[in-house]
């Protein structure tokens, strides 16, 4: 396993982070498809294995189950805290990231994860009803009381990103060091200014969806698998754009076959030839760890990465917030409250 940094925080991470939205207790009401607690520690255990060290959840994922399961498994397989990277969010609960939600989430996290820290600790939106100032200063005061190792941002548009990071170079607190944004081969909208803002701060960029929940790993468009058949947020995400998008799938499957490789690790490849540190993968079962690591020796040309990018046309926004009085964007859907359920 090759190994890279995060940003500019100094932690060492695995180029593959596990994402926790496929850990946690089911709910008929939105995620029907994740893994329960046996099924999350197994994913863990051949992550950790393969050296994989990076493992990203959130407080609503699952409803608070997926750091309680991610937390059990670490245990149970006896891991040392110092060799895991641990990831999670603040955002879709009461408050969103007022100071008080800021302080009472992130005890509620440390307990559920059953740890005195965290590595990474973002905000999983921007926050229109908060002042920017409140919310920088409440996440440094979480660094220098120890709570937190390093701070990162998600979907949001790039002068939101700027705004916050000037601010906190401004009164000396600290910046964020990783951007958890949508990015794939069918959504490269935030190459326009997000990454390169991104960058400008010296920032890991660590994509959700890097396989577009699944679509870049078939050749048709739909599947009977459960989370195909009943994620409408993933249907809200991408299907508006299937005719754009299919004649993209195509090329990634023709370059799957012509590589001897699957769909996915032609999906993943791309990201790490685009400069990527970490996209998140979600994985079903310890398989699909396997499947993700092997892509890390698929080395594509740039007449294929060309050729992968052509037909690429522009999309709808997916990912950030709409602002007041917008109609809000694809892809947004807030889970119910954390705080009122666990």
């Known amino acids: 396993m090759r190994y890279t940094t995060l940003g500019h925080s100094g932690i060492t991470i695995s180029p593959i982070c596990i994402g926790g939205m496929s850990f946690g207790e089911a709910s008929p009401d939105f995620h029907q498809w994740t893994l329960d607690a046996a099924g999350t520690k197994g994913v863990i ?175 048709t468009w739909n599947s009977d698998s459960k989370r195909s058949t009943t994620d409408s947020t993933m249907r809200n995400k991408y299907d508006a754009a299937e005719a754009m998008d299919m004649p993209i799938i195509a090329r990634v499957a023709e370059l799957a076959e012509r590589h001897g490789v699957s769909m996915a690790q032609i999906a993943l490849a791309w990201h790490w030839a685009r400069g990527v540190e970490a996209p998140i993968v979600g994985c079903s079962k310890p398989e699909r760890v396997d499947e993700a690591v092997a892509a890390l020796d698929v080395s594509l040309s740039d007449e294929e990465l060309a050729y992968l990018e052509e037909l690429y046309v522009a999309h709808e926004l997916v990912g950030p917030q709409a602002r007041p009085g917008e109609k809000p964007l694809a892809g947004t859907t807030t889970p119910k409250l954390v705080s009122t359920l666990r």
């Not at 989430?105 to 905000?123: F, N, Q, V």
Request: glycine share 6%; proline share 2%.
């Open 45 to 219: 255990k051949r992550a950790l294995e393969l050296g994989i060290n990076f493992i990203d959840t959130a407080n609503c994922y699952a409803f608070g189950t997926s750091e309680e399961y991610i937390g059990a498994a670490l245990r149970n397989l006896g891991v040392r805290r110092e060799d895991v990277v641990l990831a999670s969010k603040v955002f879709f609960n009461e408050g969103h990231l007022s100071r008080e939600a800021i302080n009472r989430e992130i005890e509620s996290t440390l307990k559920r994860l059953g740890t005195d820290y965290l590595d990474l600790y973002i905000i999983h939106r921007f926050d229109y009803g908060t002042p920017i100032e409140e919310t920088m200063e409440a996440l440094d005061a979480l660094v220098r009381a120890g709570k937190v190792r390093a701070l990162g941002a998600s979907a949001m548009y790039a002068y939101q990103l700027h705004n916050m990071q000037h601010v906190a170079q401004q009164n000396g607190w600290t910046t964020f060091t990783s951007m958890q944004n949508h990015y794939n081969l069918l959504y490269r909208e935030d190459e326009r200014e997000l990454i390169p803002v991104c960058r400008q701060f010296d920032m890991a960029l660590t994509p959700y969806s890097p396989m577009a929940s699944g679509h870049l790993c078939r050749s």
